[in-house]
């Protein structure tokens, strides 16, 4: 049985790294990016361990092991990382039921991935589901850029709640930038 939970420990943070690395972009077939979905970003064990320290990852775990992870980022992570600063200074500048994102609290996901013998059960939900549970008292709403080329991700996140706020282009792809509206 998969369960939901909010930590994330050496051990988990090595296993997260090891499912990001498993499921990037650079390391999968056209065809699996294609049927599978992927993922862009690549980040350190030591970056991993920095958005931990501000945000605990929300872990799906089968016993001890660690077979989905939603990252949790926010602006206190600006500086370190050129993807999610771009993705920020895009956020920033996003205008939703006439309020500019600049001057509300908003939540990033830094990454969603489930492995894939565990895909298809609901665990996506269950993730974002913990993930409003856990941060919809301080932040306003949710937001996320995904690759267009990976329509999997796009229908997971439009499932969850999410809509289509706007594009971009950076990191030589093309973006959907993808809102969850909570209190605005």
């Known amino acids: 049985m998969v369960s939901i939970c909010l930590q994330s420990t050496a051990e988990e943070i090595l296993q997260i790294k090891d499912l990001q ?51 949790v980022a926010t602006k206190e992570i600006r500086g370190k990382h050129e993807l999610l600063d771009d993705l920020i200074q895009h956020c920033d500048k996003v205008t939703y039921n006439g309020q500019q994102l600049s001057e509300r609290p908003y939540v990033i996901v830094g990454q969603l991935c489930v492995a894939k013998p565990y895909r298809g059960q609901g665990i996506a939900q ?31 996140h439009l499932k969850s709640g999410f809509e289509i706020v706007g594009a971009l282009n950076y990191g030589d792809a093309n973006w959907n930038l993808v809102l969850w509206n909570w209190n605005l």
């Open 126 to 156: 269950r993730l974002y589901k913990h993930f409003r549970h856990t941060l919809d008292d301080r932040f306003d709403c949710c937001i996320t850029d995904i690759d267009q080329n990976n329509p999997r991700s796009l229908k997971a």
């Open 21 to 71: 690395t498993k499921y990037l972009k650079t390391n999968l077939s056209e065809n699996e990016q294609l049927s599978e979905g992927f993922l862009t970003a690549s980040y350190t064990e030591e970056f991993l361990n920095l958005m931990n320290s501000y945000y605990p990852a929300i872990l799906a775990k089968n016993e001890n092991q660690v077979v989905g992870y939603a990252l």
